[in-house]
């Protein structure tokens, strides 16, 4: 299962850092990915990275500000955010994609489990 946790509210301008811990077994050789899901939309794509930490991607409205990191031996990847804008606010997500190893896919469709979500409000 994947655990996410961190979110919170804050301010315009201000900083978050989402982590995803991974527990009943490892997800240490998927890809990872963070998702976020305002209400009234679809899940979009924000980050993702690859097993080794060596690839990420980024959502355009995520590059700049957010850095997807990971950390293996603990079974967590993290998502950093800076500089939130309201237009952050939603549920982020994070997923593990089993069948990617080099790279991480942008798509939702392509990641097989999935953590419950943690809310992330950001006030003008």
């Known amino acids: 299962q994947l655990q996410a946790s961190g979110g919170g509210l804050v301010q315009a301008g201000g900083s978050l850092r989402l982590s995803c811990a991974a527990s009943?077994?490892?997800?240490?050789?998927?890809?990872k990915g963070w998702f976020r899901q305002a209400p009234g939309k679809e899940r979009e794509f924000v980050a993702g990275?690859?097993?080794?930490?060596?690839?990420?991607y980024y959502a355009d409205s995520a590059k700049g500000r957010f850095t997807i990191s990971r950390d293996n031996a603990k079974n967590t990847v993290y998502l950093q955010m800076n500089i939130l804008k309201p237009e952050d606010t939603a549920v982020y997500y994070c997923?593990?994609?089993?069948?990617?190893?080099?790279?991480?896919?942008?798509?939702?469709?392509?990641?097989?489990?999935w953590g419950q979500g943690t809310q992330v409000t950001v006030s003008s």
């Open positions: 009943g077994r490892t997800f240490s050789g998927y890809a």
């Open positions: 990275i690859s097993w080794s930490g060596g690839n990420t």
């Open positions: 997923a593990a994609d089993r069948n990617n190893v080099v790279t991480a896919s942008t798509y939702t469709i392509d990641y097989d489990y």
